[in-house]
């Protein structure tokens, strides 16, 4: 029987080295065709066997690829691993997920907390149940069902007995072998009908260990016995006798190099799905009514579609889109990445008549409109395009439109939302909120605007040492520079980081800014358009009453600055008083959409982008006519 072991160790080992060498050279061709391809396999581990650990390991780097395992304690309950499991499936850096459980743990709902699209192991009921229907195309099968197959040979119209099969991977062995032809029968090891069948099947699996008190003498001379027991690395050999000279193979190395196999095609797949393809989208019928009625009874009598399946429709990954609600969602920027490889589309330009004619040279393709008395225009046949290429033209295309300012009566003149039928729905949601990023950026305008009007308060009635405390507090014992702060001590050409380290003249250089108020750009913002906004006074407070930006005439020059009335000459007084009733600091709000900010956020490439062009914007010039930025008031971040 020693010849016999031999013949079987050498039979795996070429099965094993013709599924490492096609995976091999099929995932070559892949990074070829796709050279920043890394693909990357996670393996969730509850167990210490290192044997696996290390044959997974093995077989991966010989074919390419990676693989990451992560180990959790023995005992670690099934809660516990679907966690990991979901946090993996959210990974963009992950294509494949596999398990090495122990035999317990394997329950459904573990198994199916693996997403259908990174499942390798093939045993998610998405899978199993395209497997068992025959979409063999549209799913993968199971790594130790594979290897049954590679060492099985013709088993067309023979017996095959599956015993201690059980769960997904014995369902899903089951229906290939019947689709191959085979026989099928399946029993546990204490069915009382087990030695029967032992004794007519050709073919035996077993799906867990053989116990003790089944013998070897139950088993039909010549049979092929293969051993499916998820302690997959031990090479056991038990059937050896004379009388009985079956030989059992353990999938064992070669459930492992399918599992491989496996990643290699699921990488093929993800490739395939990142290719461009008319979306299988479904679009929403309408249900057009005559008269027409109102805009607002429009987008209510029509049920939006939810933004997560609108997003699967069009090819959009899991974790590319952040959700807002059920309608609304934004899409990463890591998509770019994804499809950076992609032939750009065709970009169609709706302007109104007098811009259009400036634009016509920058775009592939333009329509001028002149909108009616009402504003129906741009943006009404904007989305109607899109319907109509989209929908009937079965074309894809994306309308993009800017989210409308409230203006005066949040949205109900026309928030640029469309119109009639061609018009984004929910419309209050499109027009009040949206996913806040009108709100988010007017918080931040106006709280660049508060720290120059109080830096100029503070400047003015601190000494230095009393705005170098604020400015770089101690705090627990000691005291530090910000990141942002060492970036304009820099700037100023003060290259030290220890706070006690400064001289005075360099204290005073760090902590006065200078504003001169005559050349601050930066005005608040509000989302309404509120016309007694549009210039104000500021300042009448009686902690700020005496420091308030003033326009004071002085001859024939006009000129702003800090104002503090002094106790000396009444007659200087009045008059001072007197142009300060008469000429109040004039502030304004600008529209929120109008902030520089806005801009930024439209134009930024990534996050670092946007937090160095924040921290570059120019509010004023000091008195020395020097640029002051918002990093200057240490309202940006580095």
């Not at 949040?410 to 949206?434: C, D, R, S």
Request: charged letters at 20%; a neutral charge.
């Amino acid at each position: 029987m020693l010849g016999g072991f031999i013949l079987l160790k050498i039979c795996l080992s070429l099965c094993c080295s013709k599924v490492t060498d096609n995976a091999k050279n099929s995932l070559a061709s892949l990074k070829r065709e796709n050279p920043r391809l890394e693909p990357t396999l996670a393996i969730i581990q509850a167990h210490n066997d290192q044997l696996i650990q290390e044959a997974n390991k093995n077989f991966a780097k010989e074919i390419g690829l990676r693989v990451i395992h992560i180990c959790l304690p023995e005992g670690s309950t099934k809660d516990e691993i679907v966690s990991e499991i979901l946090r993996l499936n959210e990974d963009p850096n992950v294509q494949g997920l596999a398990l090495d459980l122990p035999e317990s743990l394997y329950s459904s709902k573990i198994l199916n907390a693996v997403k259908p699209e990174k499942d390798v192991d093939g045993l998610s009921s998405v899978n199993l149940g395209c497997l068992v229907h025959g979409d063999v195309h549209d799913c993968l099968v199971p790594p130790t069902v594979c290897a049954v197959m590679e060492l099985l040979e013709d088993i067309g119209g023979k017996k095959v007995l599956l015993v201690g099969a059980r769960g997904a991977e014995g369902a899903a062995l089951q229906s290939v072998l019947q689709r191959q032809g085979a026989t099928v029968l399946s029993c546990h090891w204490k069915a009382p009908q087990l030695q029967s069948e032992l004794r007519h099947a050709d073919t035996v699996v077993f799906g867990t260990a053989k116990p003790d008190d089944v013998p070897v003498s139950w088993i039909k001379p010549g049979a092929t016995l293969i051993n499916c027991a998820h302690d997959p690395l031990s090479e056991k050999h038990s059937y050896g006798q004379q009388n009985n000279p079956a030989a059992e193979k353990t999938v064992g190395s070669l459930a492992v190099a399918m599992r491989m196999q496996n990643m290699v095609k699921n990488m093929e797949r993800w490739i395939q799905s990142q290719q461009y393809r008319k979306w299988n989208l479904h679009s929403l019928k309408l249900q057009p009514l005559s008269p027409v009625p109102s805009d607002i009874e429009i987008s209510r009598a029509q049920s939006p579609k939810a933004v997560d399946v609108l997003a699967k429709e069009i090819g959009l990954l899991t974790d590319e889109i952040e959700i807002f609600g059920q309608t609304k969602a934004k899409v990463r920027l890591s998509l770019l990445e994804r499809l950076k490889d992609q032939p750009d589309g065709k970009y169609v330009l709706v302007a109104g008549l007098t811009s259009a004619k400036n634009l016509i040279h920058l775009f592939s393709c333009f329509a001028r409109i002149t909108p009616t008395p009402l504003g129906e225009g741009k943006s009404t046949v904007t989305v109607g395009l899109v319907q109509a290429l989209t929908a009937h033209l079965n074309i894809n295309s994306f309308a993009c439109l800017r989210q409308p300012s409230q203006g005066p009566t949040f949205g109900v003149k026309g928030g640029a939302a469309g119109g009639g039928y061609a018009q984004v729905i929910p419309m209050e949601e499109f027009n009040l909120h949206l996913t806040g990023d009108i709100h988010a950026i007017t918080a931040a305008n106006n709280l660049l605007a508060a720290a120059i009007d109080a830096r100029i308060l503070h400047e003015n009635t601190q000494s230095d040492k009393s705005l170098y405390n604020r400015l770089v507090p101690v705090v627990n014992g000691v005291r530090g520079f910000s990141a942002i702060q060492l970036a304009r001590l820099r700037r100023l050409g003060i290259h030290k980081t220890d706070p006690e380290a400064l001289t005075e003249e360099e204290i005073s250089k760090f902590v006065r800014l200078d504003i001169d108020p005559s050349t601050i750009t930066w005005q608040r913002v509000v989302d309404t358009n509120d016309r007694f906004l549009r210039k104000i006074t500021v300042g009448q407070a009686n902690t700020e009453k005496g420091f308030v930006r003033q326009v004071i005439h002085w001859g024939p020059v006009m000129r702003e600055e800090i104002s503090v009335c002094p106790s000396s000459s009444p007659h200087k007084l009045t008059l001072i008083w007197f142009m300060i009733l008469v000429s109040a600091l004039q502030a304004q709000f600008d529209i929120a959409v109008a902030s520089e900010i806005m801009a930024i956020l439209a134009l930024t490439t990534s996050l670092q982008d946007m937090k160095e062009r924040l921290g570059r914007m120019v509010v004023a010039n000091d008195k020395k006519g020097e640029p002051v930025t918002a990093e200057d008031l240490v309202c940006s971040v580095l």
